[in-house]
T-cell receptor, first 113, second 116 residues
Framework: KQEVTQIPAALSVPEGENLVLNCSFTDSAIYNLQWFRQDPGKGLTSLLLIQSSQREQTSGRLNASLDKSSGRSTLYIAASQPGDSATYLCAVTSRGTASKLTFGTGTRLQVTL | GAGVSQTPSNKVTEKGKYVELRCDPISGHTALYWYRQSLGQGPEFLIYFQGTGAADDSGLPNDRFFAVRPEGSVSTLKIQRTERGDSAVYLC??????????????FGPGTRLTVL
């Protein structure tokens, strides 16, 4: 059974800092990995999707990497802003269960002024 | 609409009552998913529809939970004899249904269910 873990559970950084969020998964047979953002009381917004054959994806100040063999992904946020404050969730789609996402518990990020 | 919509946004009910939660997916999306998110946890998969049929219902916790999508568009998640442990945010997502490694799921805002 696929399990996804995210570290740290919570993180507080001052504005302008670069930061890294970590995600690990137990079964490397995945179709893809996605990073989502969730604001309080809101649904999930997809930030980046990395296919199993890819090593990284970039969107603006966000860069996500994937090391499938070691079961790890990182989300790098450059020059953090208060508007980046949210919970970030990592999720994988596993081979054999291709349509459902298995989520981690998330990292709650607070960017302070 | 442009995105996935869910109604109601909040639902408070009493233990033992029946509830229905509705999801309206992105137009043209053939795949629809239901997830449940408890406080402090990531969403957990409940059921996946491809068109009108439930392709994977392995995440439904017990037979009190049932979902339908009769015309391949709107879906309703039905919970019978609600229990306090059913309290959570119920999220719906849709995707193009073309499958493959780039089939992104788009989520609605969720329905917060509280069972008193």
């Amino acid at each position: 059974k696929q399990e996804v873990t995210q570290i740290p559970a919570a993180l507080s950084v001052p504005e302008g800092e670069n930061l890294v969020l970590n995600c690990s998964f137990t079964d490397s047979a995945i179709y893809n990995l996605q990073w989502f953002r969730q604001d309080p009381g809101k649904g999930l917004t997809s930030l980046l999707l990395i296919q199993s054959s890819q090593r990284e994806q970039t969107s603006g100040r966000l860069n996500a990497s994937l090391d499938k063999s070691s079961g790890r992904s990182t989300l790098y946020i450059a020059a953090s802003q208060p508007g980046d404050s949210a919970t970030y969730l990592c999720a994988v789609t596993s081979r054999g269960t291709a349509s459902k996402l298995t989520f981690g518990t998330g990292t709650r990020l607070q960017v302070t002024l | 609409g442009a995105g996935v919509s869910q109604t109601p946004s909040n639902k408070v009910t009493e233990k033992g009552k029946y509830v229905e939660l509705r999801c309206d997916p992105i137009s043209g999306h053939t795949a629809l998913y239901w997830y449940r998110q408890s406080l402090g946890q990531g969403p957990e998969f409940l059921i996946y529809f491809q068109g009108t049929g439930a392709a994977d219902d392995s995440g439904l916790p017990n037979d009190r939970f049932f979902a339908v999508r009769p015309e391949g568009s709107v879906s309703t998640l039905k919970i019978q004899r609600t229990e306090r442990g059913d309290s959570a945010v119920y999220l719906c997502a849709s995707s193009s249904g073309q499958g493959g490694s780039t089939d992104t799921q788009y989520f609605g805002p969720g329905t917060r269910l509280t069972v008193l």
